[in-house]
């Protein structure tokens, strides 16, 4: 079995100096030098939270891996490394990490999003999902004549699924140029505009530009959008809530310090 140290531990590992002043039981000692439980627990922690079982075997291999590095560092800081400017700089950069982590945890605790605050954020975006979503097909090609050529084969039998081969989209090329139902909102306005104007089942007359080039545009389907159940989402929104708050709140930091 092998055990992965993490960014943080590693980082805590490299600030040895700081971490082996704390009085407490030792994990385990290499030439008289002592790894502090606090290492080994917080190694242990992690590798159970990756599912490996908490068991002899795995404090077997933490400890282990703990020695193999302390014995490495050792070789390190004989060698001098640990003065050299640029291991210096990398160590201050892992333990700045380290804070920087802890404080933005602790603050997010103490500014939780509410609740309410999710669910009026689901309600707003299910207001703007509402209207009609497209089952959509297109072949997108670099050159306005090439679009015009296929539209000219399908005006005269060609199947659009086996044009699609032609398309320069790797997503749905293979899959007869089927992107599934979107939003007019998710896709090049001029694409929606094409679509509200097609029939089910028929493909628009005319190439239709975007920023990525032309499109060759088919309607399969048309229906009302569906949101999805705020049950299914709401996780996702609370991240996307507190990434907004934690940046409104680094960003205040921002305007008020004093930068030179």
């Known amino acids: 079995m092998s055990a992965k140290l993490s960014c943080v531990a590693l980082s805590l590992l490299l600030?040895?100096?700081?971490?082996?002043?704390?009085?407490?039981k030792p994990f385990a000692k290499?030439?008289?030098?002592?790894?502090?439980?606090?290492?080994?627990?917080?190694?242990i922690a992690e590798q159970v939270a990756q599912g490996a079982p908490n068991n002899?075997?795995?404090?077997?291999?933490?400890?282990?891996?703990?020695?193999?590095?302390e014995l490495l560092a050792q070789e390190a800081k004989k060698s001098g490394l640990d003065?050299?400017?640029?291991?210096?700089?990398?160590?201050?950069?892992a333990r700045q990490g380290i804070l920087v982590g802890g404080f933005i945890n602790n603050w997010m605790k103490a500014n939780p999003v509410?609740?309410?605050?999710?669910?009026?954020?689901?309600?707003?975006?299910?207001?703007?999902?509402?209207?009609?979503e497209y089952k959509v097909r297109h072949i997108q090609v670099?050159?306005?004549?090439?679009?015009?050529?296929?539209?000219?084969?399908?005006q005269s039998g060609a199947k659009f699924e086996d044009l699609a081969k032609e398309s320069v989209d790797a997503g749905s090329k293979d899959n007869g140029g089927d992107i599934g139902w979107v939003a007019p909102a998710g896709l090049p306005p001029?694409?929606?505009?094409?679509?509200?104007?097609?029939?089910?089942g028929k493909f628009h007359a005319l190439p239709v530009q975007s920023n990525f080039g032309y499109h060759v545009v088919k309607l399969e389907d048309s229906r009302q959008a569906v949101p999805p159940k705020y049950e299914e989402v709401q996780?996702?929104?609370?991240?996307g809530l507190e990434q907004q708050a934690l940046s409104k709140y680094i960003n205040s930091l921002m305007a008020k310090a004093k930068v030179e």
């Open 15 to 24: 600030a040895a100096g700081v971490v082996q002043a704390q009085a407490q």
């Open 30 to 43: 290499v030439n008289g030098v002592t790894i502090p439980a606090s290492i080994g627990e917080l190694m």
């Open 56 to 69: 002899e075997e795995l404090r077997k291999a933490v400890k282990d891996e703990l020695i193999r590095r």
């Open 83 to 93: 003065k050299k400017p640029e291991v210096i700089a990398r160590m201050d950069v």
């Open 114 to 132: 509410s609740d309410a605050s999710v669910r009026a954020e689901y309600d707003r975006r299910v207001k703007e999902m509402s209207g009609t």
């Open 142 to 154: 670099e050159k306005e004549e090439a679009a015009k050529a296929i539209i000219a084969k399908l």
């Open 190 to 200: 001029a694409m929606g505009e094409a679509l509200a104007k097609l029939e089910k």
């Open 235 to 239: 996780g996702n929104l609370r991240q």
